[in-house]
């Protein structure tokens, strides 16, 4: 019962991961095209999942004890799902976890390669804005320091487009 019970969250946790790299999709295109309010609900919406992902995964632990007590192992192992294979000796319960332990390895796998790629892609559009903001604005070459007045060149190089002395 409590191994039915782990592999039904376990399913659960894949298919919720899904749907992380379903929006992380979204949220590619949505980056590409500098779509910010929509991006903004879709990440109000990862933060909703991984809500979730953080409760199914309390769920997943409480159903692995559960099933580590019902074989027989009294202390709290955190065992990964290959070593919990090794406990289950029924043939179907344990092709099944395998097979669910590959799926979500593989998704898992995917959800890092598209964050990562998006993480990229944020970085580029901020590097863009800075670039786009130092044409416009312009850099100063001189630090700001304190120069007094009666230094020769105080004057002369004015620091941005616009002159706060006015």
Do not use: C, W
Request: net charge negative; aromatic share 4%; glycine share 4%.
């Amino acid at each position: 019962m409590a191994l039915t019970k782990l592999l039904e969250l376990l399913e659960r946790l894949d298919d919720t991961h899904l749907q992380m790299l379903d929006l992380a999709a979204i949220k590619k295109q949505t980056i590409m095209d500098n779509k910010v309010d929509v991006l903004i609900d879709i990440m109000n919406r990862e933060s909703k999942l991984v809500k979730l992902i953080g409760q199914l995964e309390e769920q997943r632990s409480e159903a692995t004890h559960a099933f580590l007590q019902g074989v027989g192992i009294r202390s709290n192992l955190n065992l990964n799902i290959t070593e919990l294979s090794r406990l289950v000796f029924d043939p179907d319960h344990k092709s099944r976890l395998q097979q669910i332990q590959q799926k979500l390895s593989d998704t898992l796998q995917r959800l890092k390669q598209a964050n990562e790629l998006n993480q990229k892609l944020i970085e580029q559009s901020l590097t863009f804005i800075d670039y786009s903001l130092d044409l416009l604005v312009g850099r100063p070459n001189q630090e700001f320091t304190y120069h007094h007045p009666a230094d020769k060149g105080y004057n002369n190089a004015r620091p941005g487009l616009f002159d706060a002395r006015g």
